[in-house]
């Protein structure tokens, strides 16, 4: 039985297309796809829905393919889904060689907490960057514990796993660390009660000498 790690999947040939055919297959439990890339003609084929919707909750998944009995290693390229029910209803893969440098877009993860009262502002939540295309990290870990109130942090200021290049410009806000403006409003709002409070003692001081000074 297949797990969740396991990237091997069976596919299906199929020549019959059209929304019709795709609803029979997904009602089958199977999800269409599509393979293309290194100039082959594009191969349609049906992938087991639960193995396959496992495998793809991983961003820039690798799916070891077993095609008409030979061996295909492919890159999820795209997934299409239902936007009312999420239903997968159809996924690109791109035929990818063992060892070939690919790029990729990789989630950043950011962990770690802040200075108090401030907060992480994610400002890029993926970065790309050219890896191998067996050897695609799963995200970028991004530590943030500590980080001052205006410090920011650039793509090319990330640790990136062994192998990896940077593709993304170097000067890429990743995270912007800052005070919540909810927090400087009612950091305001006290200042302004605070000069208010003040203005009305001193103004009842300055009434209270005038009054002084008249009955004498």
Same mark, same amino acid.
């Given at each position: ?107 950043? %993860? &950011?962990?770690?907490?802040?200075? *108090?009262? /401030?907060? +992480?502002?994610? #400002?890029?939540?993926?970065? !790309?960057? $050219? ?42 806000? %990743? &995270?912007?660390?800052?005070?919540? *403006?909810? /927090?400087? +409003?009612?950091? #305001?709002?006290?200042?302004? !009660?605070? $000069? ?21």
């Amino acid at each position: 039985m297949a797990t969740e790690t396991d990237t091997k999947v069976h596919a299906e040939l199929r020549e019959n297309f059209g929304k019709g055919f795709a609803r029979r297959l997904r009602a089958a439990g199977k999800i269409p796809a599509v393979i293309y890339g290194h100039g082959t003609e594009p191969v349609h084929v049906a992938l087991p829905g639960h193995q396959t919707a496992l495998l793809v909750r991983r961003a820039n998944a690798v799916l070891e393919l077993e095609v008409n009995g030979k061996q295909q290693l492919t890159l999820v390229k795209d997934v299409q889904k239902d936007p009312v029910h999420q239903i997968i209803e159809h996924i690109d893969l791109v035929v990818v060689k063992a060892g070939e440098k690919i790029q990729v877009d990789v989630p950043v %993860v &950011v962990v770690g907490e802040p200075e *108090a009262g /401030t907060i +992480a502002n994610l #400002d890029a939540t993926t970065v !790309a960057l $050219e890896v191998e295309a067996t050897h695609i990290p799963e995200h970028i870990e991004l530590d943030v514990e500590g980080l001052e109130d205006g410090t920011h942090i650039t793509a090319g200021q990330l640790t990136l796993p062994r192998g990896a290049v940077l593709v993304a410009d170097a000067d890429l806000l %990743v &995270v912007a660390i800052s005070v919540p *403006a909810a /927090t400087l +409003a009612a950091a #305001d709002e006290i200042e302004a !009660a605070d $000069e208010a409070a003040a203005e009305e003692q001193s103004e009842e001081a300055e009434a209270s000498t005038e009054a002084q000074e008249e009955s004498e």
